[in-house]
């Protein structure tokens, strides 16, 4: 058998079993045979054994409480239910259910409706306050159990309404009358302790409330000034009842819950079922649990939280007691000694005997103790009394903690309080005390306890604490702390005691808390160590090596096992070392003054002198030298981990303390201190990897270097110890001409530089050290250079820099030592970065200079690989090298830097301004150094020079180049350095050189407006620099347009240049909205463009026209711009209706979008113009304007400020410039019509104009012709322009057809100029006059002489006029009228520019003569036999295909006007006609009817055709023309006009093709589809742009279709502000090809090979298309008469709607067989499915047929 190991108890357990077996012997007796002791015990013997066991640890027994007998409610006992209102009774009753929700409902209702209702002002206050009072008793009855309740909101609400009714005086009086006279004792005593329990409530809203009432109706004694019961209620006569509800309360609180909630009578228990044998039932199987708490019993307290809030309420009156009851001196001893007697001259007060008994009850101070078994108990008193009052509630001690308080401050001394009870109760709870927040109140009271009662210590100790109260010795209780659960006993510790002393347990406790670090708060409780033990007498604390170490040894320990480790942990290690060096100060000082060696407990005789300690030799160096040791080593190891300062501090702090009683330990303080530095820095091995270890330690000198500054001897030792780590650490450095000597230089050169810094004041007072740095620096800087790395060179050059006098010759070493390192190396680059900053902190002295050149060639380098390589890193040492270069830069280097950036910022300017893609980095690169300049060095930068080179350029670039687009961000940046740059000369600038700059920039501005190789247009340059300016964002400010525009002189100059005169176009001066182009092309090769199309002109006068429409108030000021502004508008009109041409302003590259936005910008000018110039006129001013240029015959006036002026001169330039081209007569017609539309015209006005247009008809017919027009469009008839008219006709009729090209077609030209609108009621001439007027035209056309095509264009124009007027009139001039029609239609084409004009007269022309021939029966004689012809002229006019020739608005709108007619006439369209492309969206629309109906005659032609086939050899085709369209492509939300109509086009056309399979025969769908799948346009074109259209490709999400009817879809109502218009006609297009080619989808589906586009497709269709075409299968079977037109006697049908279903039943002798048809889901992307329900006398074969046969005639029927 193995060998018995020994036991694993420690010495005192084994002893206290044996105690108790040797006790044990005298009451069990031992069994009568003894067992042998190698035989295993039997299963009998075992029971025995445990028996006994049982016998020696047996209990007393504990009766439980009794309880209270269930209290009669005073609602029933007292007949007050009857007495009160039904309402209030129901609230009653709530208050003493147990729901929590009930009680808190009928608490509030009791506040609110009921004591809220009896407040002043009440109209029911006096009727509530009689209801209340008579409820007082329930009340009364009610509280206790409420303001006691677990629940805070009940507590809080019973708190409420007890303060609100004591606010009312008469329910108050009623309140305290019951308390006093009529209540039964034991309810007076629960009602007060309830009461001031609740003022002590946890919660701290209820304590709140309740506090108040209890403090403000509460009094003392019977003396006090309002003790009655209407006003307060006084306590005295009561104070024994609230004694004994707060000593029940703490010690016994399930007495006080028992009495509060009274058990319900018990219910007996029912009859035990009996089987018929008579034996009782048995129950089996597992034991029922215990059911889940409900929700009312969910919110109970365990038992020990309710047990603690009650007791902390008794708490809480206890030290309200202790503080409130009056304290006579006599009752006060201050400082109570053991053995002494305490004598007192008057009894005490009755209050505080009652207190005694309590406060002197050893279970009581159990509330002080953490755990359930205190110290100070017997096994007995546990046995009796249970365990400890402070197990697991916190909340409770510091309850504990603040009686004690009380006490100590007010009763210590009196005779009923054993101060050794409170002594052992304080002092064995303190030093185990866990919780953190007891610690914190603890330490008041405790501290006060150990001043007042210094020898409190003993009262720890046996021989002392046998007395009353059934206390047994501190040595017996020690002997059971380790094994009942006693945190502060060490059983190892006990087992080691020293032989011949006497233990304390409390100071065992107090050095174990000190171990584990103040037990979790070092920062509360190492302040108060040193007060601990200084009040530690001689007994506990002897002054020898012994008792020294375990004291120092505990407080080392905290360190050792990391209990300080936290998140404050240097807080929480300065708060040690403080408590540390005050301990052994504290000790130092005693070991001085302590007497010769005495019996320990003696008293001290006279102290010794200062330096000398006769009774301890060598103790005191010993301490001082190992605690200083391990207090520096743990400082340097880091063992220790605080703030260099704060130990440095706190270490001067002893010394000098140590210096005022023993200066032989200051010495040997200082030296332990002093070599144990040194040897950290400079030792054998020294600990110095890390560089931060040195600069702690200096830190640590040196904090202590500035707290030696009291202490002269001490501060003479501290600067000896500089010196030393100053010479040490300059040898190193020396060692550097030696190469044989291993030296670490860098941590050298750090620590000479970090001791320089903290110790400056006393080495450079030192001439050796001084010297020696100095010699060092100026002889060996360039080995310091080269071989220490840069950090530590700086570390070292820097602080010396500052305190040398040789400084300007250190530093020009420096700089030579880096412009002469390799570049490549970087070395010397790294050091010029600290160098630099340093300089940027201001740590470099102000004197230093660089004495020329020593950088220069680094600097050159460094600014190429900036500019050149984007290096960011050179880029910011340039620019701080630049912001200070009297440090490092030449004053030439300087300037050639300036000069560089200058020269390469305005070029890359320009390159930005010119160039489409320039690389901003050397731009950003040199602004940002500029910028860095203005900035730190602005007068280095803005020279004159500059002024006038650099800062122009700026401009440009932060007000114009701001308007072109920033991809990357590079150009922001850009704006914002030149911002920065240009902010730095604002400050420093001068009004001399503002103006400079100003002049230039704005001259820099004006040469770009004209300048065409830049890329930004004149417009957006203008726009920017006026917007920018007026919203303060221009670095010019805000600049006038005079300032930012060329003269009128260099306007007029360039307009000469350009030569813009157009020829003579008539139909522009007739009509502006066509032209013709005319304009002169000799000097093509001359015309330069910018790349937007704008000539050197056109850029000038378009910034003109923005700067005007920005800057309107100019306007009048800039009167002459107006004509170039005219000039411009007219171009543009120009541009827009014949497409891209080259003229002298605007070249190919001009866009129909520039010159809509240049019409609509310039009109408005105009308009604004002539209504100024309109508002100051006289009456008279249109008659002094004609004569003035009639006399003047075209000689420009003097003003031309003026109305009359500024006209005059536009009539004057458009006479001597007519000769050249109309362009300015078209000017002055636009500006006068817009001066005449602004004024008040009247009839003699117009006679005015009139007589001018006549004066000038001979000599300037094209400005005639103007003035004329002018005045016949505003529609003032006056009888002078009825006789110019009859005039013109009688001319005209007089013309020879010889003269007809020329004198006939002026005086046409002048005729047609004075006819009225079209829409006007006006008669152009008498009937007679225009017979004769046809009757000359008859002749010029019946003559031989060729006539010129403006002649038969003017003659559809006139005689547009004329039909109406000869409409009843017969004769040959009908058939000169029909002759000129179709003469025009036959020469005239939509592809010629010329003729435009023409095909526009003469279809007008046409519809007018329909128009009149269907209301007048000879006219519609004489049309009808030559409409078809005149119609089919017309047809072939709108076939004519324009798509591929360049976009004109003139030829579109021509096309617009011939698709109008053709809606309205009966013109034969083609089913080829197509949609065309470039059409605008009425035009389309508008074909696509036309279309539309030509399909339909073309499928009837087809049709017939077919059927008419008998060979099978009719074959039809689509119209090549509609599959030339189809493949066109798509757009969705495109902002280019041209390309959304080629979308609508190709839309439309899909249309008009699945058009053509409406009504279409069998046949010739077949012959559709096949020509459709041989083509593969399904593929290639149709399902890429619709799926694109609706976005169905399978990514994102597909077109919502929700709010849409795919079905129907109105083209007429198709419009342009619809964003997604394109959409819904591509999903109308979808369903319209799910209805004519389903077979086609079908199989291009099953083709591709994108499965992710087909699913998407499919569920598209399910839910959008399917259900709806689906639905219009079925519709005709849901029509009954349908049905019933299918069905017959042996034949139905059934139609099931909801699943797509047909059933066919067919009935053979009532036995039926059906055919079931079902259209699938995703219909008709799958084909219908055809299944057989059931057969019935059909062979297999021949069913199968059938239902073939049907497949096959559904699928023909869908394809």
Known sequence: MPKPSKSSASSGTRKKYAKRAEKGQDDVQPPTEAQPKQAKAKKADKKTLKADVILLKKKAYKPPVKPSAPRPDPLDALGIASQVPPDFLVVLRRLGKKDTVTKHRALEELLVDWIGKA?????????????????????????????????????????????????????????????????????????????????FDPDSSTS??????????????????????????????????????????????????????????????APVPRRQTGRPVTQTGKPKEPEERSKPDAEEEYESDRNARYRMGGMGVLKWLLDTLPCNDQDVITTPNP???????????????????????????????????????????????????????????????????????????????????????VLRSAWVEPDSSVLSAMWEPLLLLLTKVPKVWLYSNGDNLTGPHGLKPISAVDADAGEDGYEGSDNADNEERIEGREQFVAYEEFLAFLKLGCRGSPRQGYPAVLIITSTLPPEVLPLDKEGLDRLFISLWAAVDGRALGSLERPQNSAAFLSSLLECLILILNRLAKSPPSQPLGTAPSSAIGNNSNPSHPGLAEAIVLQQLEEVCSSLITGRLRTKPESAGEELAKALIRLEGFDKKLLEIAWSTVSSEVLNALFGANPDNTMMTSSADLLAFVASMERKLEQSPVVKQHMVGLILDITARSIGKLEAVADHSVEVDLDIAAVLLSMTIVHFSSVIWHDYESRKRI??????????????????????????????????????????EAIGSASFSTGHGVVILKLLLADADNSRLPIDVKAKGGELDAL???????????????????????????????????????????????????????????????????????????????????????????????LCLLADILCATEDTDGSLATCIKLARVVWAGWAVNRDESARRTVLQKSTDAVKELLGDITVRLKASTIIESVLLRGSSKASLLGQLHLDETVPTRTEYELEYSRCEVGYVDSPMSLLDLDYSEPGYSTSHPSRRHYDRHGYSRYGRMVSALAVGLSLDRQSLLSHLWSLRHLGLLALTAQDHRLMGAVDDPIFGRAYTLDDSTKMIESIWPVIAYASSHLMRDVTSSWHSELCNQLKTGKGKRPVSASSVAGFVGELYATAIATESKGVRDVLVLRWILSSLLRSADLSSGDTEHWLQLGESIRQTAPQTSISIILVVCRLGIQSPRLDRYRNELASHLSGVPSSKANHSGLRLLRQFIATTPQSDSDVELLPQQRAIFLLQAFQKWVASDEELDEE??????????????????????????????????????????????????????????????????????????????????????????????????????????????????????????????????LDDQIAAYQLIGRAVVLWNERLVVEAAMDTENSFRCTIPPELL???????????????????????????????????????????????????????????????????????????????VWEVEEFDIQKLDDSLPTRLQVLAAHVYYRALLAIPSLIRSWLQDCKDRQVVTTLTSYTIHYFSPIISAQELAPLRIPEAIQELSDEQVKIKVASAANEVTAIYSVDDQPMEILVKLPADFPLHAIEVRGVRKLGVPETKWRAWLFNVQQASQVRRA
């Open 119 to 199: 407040v002043e002002g009440s109209d029911e206050r006096e009727y509530m306050i009689g209801v209340i009072e008579l409820i007082v008793p329930v009340w009364l009855h009610h509280y206790p159990s409420l303001v006691l309740h677990p629940s805070r909101k009940i507590r809080f609400m019973a708190a409420s309404v007890y303060a609100a009714l004591l606010a009312l005086p008469s329910i108050r009086s009623s309140l305290f009358y019951n308390l006093n006279d009529t209540s039964e004792a034991s309810m007076v005593e629960h009602v007060l302790g309830a009461w001031a329990f609740s003022a």
């Open 208 to 269: 709140s409330k309740a506090h108040q009432s209890w403090a403000g109706y509460t009094v003392l004694s019977l003396n006090a000034p309002s003790p009655t019961p209407e006003v307060s209620l006084a306590l005295e006569p009561h104070m024994p009842s609230l004694m004994a509800f707060c000593e029940r309360a703490i010690l016994y609180p399930p007495s006080v819950y028992a009495w509060l909630n009274p058990p319900a009578p018990e219910v007996p228990p």
């Open 339 to 425: 053995g002494e007697t305490v004598h007192v001259d008057e009894q005490p007060s009755s209050t505080m005997n009652s207190l005694a008994s309590l406060l002197s009850d050893p279970h009581f101070w159990t509330s002080l103790y953490h755990s359930n078994r205190a110290p100070w108990l017997s096994e007995d008193d546990v046995t009796e009394r249970g365990e400890g009052l402070g197990d697991t509630q916190p909340g409770l001690r510091r309850c504990a903690w603040a009686v004690v308080d009380s006490l100590v401050r007010r009763w210590l001394g009196h005779p009923q309080i054993s101060v050794r009870l409170l002594s052992v109760a």
């Open 774 to 815: 100095d010699d060092l620096l100026l002889g060996k800087i360039s080995k310091l250079f080269a071989k220490l790395k840069p950090v530590s060179f700086i570390s070292l050059i820097g602080p010396c820099l500052h305190h040398t006098k040789h400084r300007g010759d250190i530093w020009h070493r420096l700089m």
């Open 859 to 953: 600097v050159n380098r460094m600014v190429d690989t900036t500019l050149h390589e984007d290096d960011a890193g050179q880029l910011d040492l340039v620019k701080r090298m630049v912001s200070y270069p009297d440090l490092f830069l030449s004053d030439a280097m300087v300037h050639s830097i300036i000069n560089r950036l200058g020269t390469l910022t305005a070029k890359s300017i320009k390159d930005c301004l010119r160039e489409d893609v320039t690389p901003l980095g050397p731009l950003e690169a040199s602004l940002s150094i500029l910028a860095h300049i203005s900035t730190y060095q602005p007068k280095l930068l803005f020279t004159s020079a500059t002024n006038t080179t650099l800062l122009p350029d």
């Open 1351 to 1480: 002649i038969e264009s003017l003659m559809a124009h006139l005689f547009l006029h004329i039909a109406p007027i000869v409409q009843s009139v017969p004769g040959a001039h009908w058939d000169l009228i029909l002759d000129v029609i179709e003469t025009n239609l036959e020469n005239s084409s939509l592809r010629d520019l010329t003729s435009l004009t023409t095909i526009t007269r003469t279809i007008d022309l046409v519809t007018k003569l329909d128009d009149l021939a269907s209301s007048n029966r000879s006219l519609k004689e004489i049309w009808i036999p030559r409409q078809s012809a005149v119609l089919k002229l017309v047809a072939d006019r709108l076939m004519e295909r324009i798509d591929d020739l360049p976009r004109s608005e003139q030829r579109l709108d021509v096309r617009k006007v011939v698709v109008s007619a053709a809606k309205d006439l009966p013109i034969p369209i083609p089913a080829d006609g197509g949609v065309s492309a470039d059409a605008s």
């Open 1524 to 1602: 030339e369209i189809l493949p066109l492509g798509v757009s969705i939300n495109s902002s280019d006009k041209e390309i959304e109509e080629k979308t609508l086009a190709f839309l439309l056309s899909w249309l008009v093709l699945f058009d053509l399979f409406v009504d279409a025969s069998v046949k010739v769908k077949i012959n559709y589809l096949e020509q459709l799948r041989n083509l593969e346009v399904l593929e290639t074109t149709f399902f890429p742009n619709i799926l694109h259209l609706l976005d169905v490709t399978g990514v994102g999400k597909p077109f919502n279709l929700d």
